[in-house]
């Protein structure tokens, strides 16, 4: 498989992780989308959950720690870790140096990586906290939108994220005011 040499790198410095996606396929021979992550010392991402995508995880270079349902786990370089459609989830690199590792995603959801990209854009901002947590007016506008444009493809888990009962009931409302207000996914720039 080759990456393309212009493939954009997206930084996030809150979740302390580089991420360049490819076009790919999977095992099978069926369309996937491939997530190169350097994933720094310190950094991950706070649970969330993908209803109709798996995600499989394979570590490269250095450790990384999964967290699937409840458990974390630990996987060395050359480990793979399979992540089911609809399983809570999780990833972080407790370990001193940076972690390389490759996820592929089936099906392919073109919304993974604008999904990731938004958040990147919010941390580079300062408008989340290190759990995924929206800062301030904008940073809440722009986190109802993305919940909003990508909640078929990601659902934000509990804890730290509101309760998922709440998260329905005043989400759509803030995404509205927000699009009133010019906000859209994609243009947090």
Known sequence: M???A???IVHDPVFRHRLRFTETTDERGA???LCEMWVDPGGGVPPHVHPRMEERFTVMEGR???LAGRRWSGADAGATVVVPPGTRHAYRNSGDTV???RCIATPPDPALEGFLTDAAVLSRNGRITRRGIPK???GWLQGAVMLDTYGEMVEMSFPPAPPRALQ???MPPLARLAKRR????????
């Open 2 to 4: 080759s990456v393309s």
């Open 182 to 189: 010019g906000i859209r996914a994609g243009q947090f720039d």
């Open 136 to 138: 301030g007016v904008t």
């Open 99 to 101: 972690a390389y590792t």
């Open 6 to 8: 212009d493939a954009q």
């Open 31 to 33: 369309p996937a989308v």
């Open 64 to 66: 990384m720690e999964f």
């Open 168 to 170: 329905r009931l005043l």
